[in-house]
């Protein structure tokens, strides 16, 4: 009931996990799956080591900003199927310093404006795959 009554009125989160202060000790806080699925929200911001661990069907419709701000993937398939549960998405800014294996692909149709600030200096670092009409 509780989770429902929050649902109607959320128009922006803004979540950052305290352990970023912690450099040796850092802790990743799991942002609740149920969210994934929030119809209302408009803005979500997410920093520090917030575990991204999206079902294979989110439905942020009403999304149009994302900030993912060195964030943990849970696995390969959690980046495209939040991408693709905002079918609205206008802004999207990614900051990443670690490497994730994996091509990050940002097909999305809607897409305004995108800003990717890449930290990694691996060698391995595969890159961005970007299928948008910016």
Known sequence: MLE?????????MCVSSNSMLQSNNRETFRFPRS???CETL????????????VPSQ??????RTLHLRYVDYKDHSSFPNLLSGCPNL???LLCHNQ????????????LRTLTIYDYNDGQDFVGYVINALL
Request: with cysteine.
């Open 4 to 12: 429902y009554g929050l649902e109607l009125l959320m128009h922006t």
């Open 35 to 37: 969210l994934y699925n």
């Open 42 to 53: 408009e803005t979500l911001k997410l920093r520090a080591w917030v575990l991204v661990d």
């Open 58 to 63: 989110a439905c942020l419709k009403s999304l």
């Open 90 to 92: 206008e802004n999207l």
């Open 99 to 110: 490497y994730y294996g994996q091509i990050f692909t940002i097909a999305v149709p809607s």
